[in-house]
């Protein structure tokens, strides 16, 4: 399914253009509790990052989760948490479930290669200003056993 590139509201390149980026809709749920977001798909990303504040409104307990700590383009440590949410990509047929790093400062939903990018093949084509996801099969990842 092809994306359009979404305007980022008050960015602008260098050349004094609005930035686009590629953005899409995803619907977050757990147990019975479903909310909308925009998301960023970044390629940069090690693994799906939120701000915390959305684990607090899917009840998930910072407390009751495993420890993660990331390095982001700042390379600076941010101290966060390791949930697990469910994905429904707009447009895109079937849901799937996901770790999900929860960290307190306030980025978008970065959509990552971890949990993302195995479970999709996307194709930027800024010049085009669109994208493309598509779901691939995954493959169970055989144990060699010695």
Avoid: W
């Amino acid at each position: 399914m092809k994306y359009k590139y979404s305007v980022v509201s008050g960015q602008a390149n260098i050349s004094g253009q609005y930035t686009k980026r590629p953005v899409v809709e995803v619907e977050l749920s757990r147990g019975n509790q479903t909310r909308k977001f925009l998301a960023l798909i970044d390629s940069g990303a090690d693994q799906i990052h939120m701000p915390a504040a959305i684990a607090e409104v899917f009840g998930i307990d910072r407390n009751q989760c495993a420890s993660r700590s990331s390095i982001g383009i700042s390379m600076e440590r941010t101290e966060g948490f390791v949930g697990e949410l469910t994905f429904h990509i707009q447009y895109q047929p079937e849901s799937f479930t996901a770790p999900v790093v929860f960290i307190d400062t306030d980025v978008p939903v970065l959509l990552g290669r971890e949990g993302f990018f195995d479970r999709y093949r996307i194709k930027f084509e800024q010049d085009h200003d669109t994208f493309e996801i598509t779901p691939v099969k995954l493959q169970r990842k055989s144990v060699r056993r010695y």
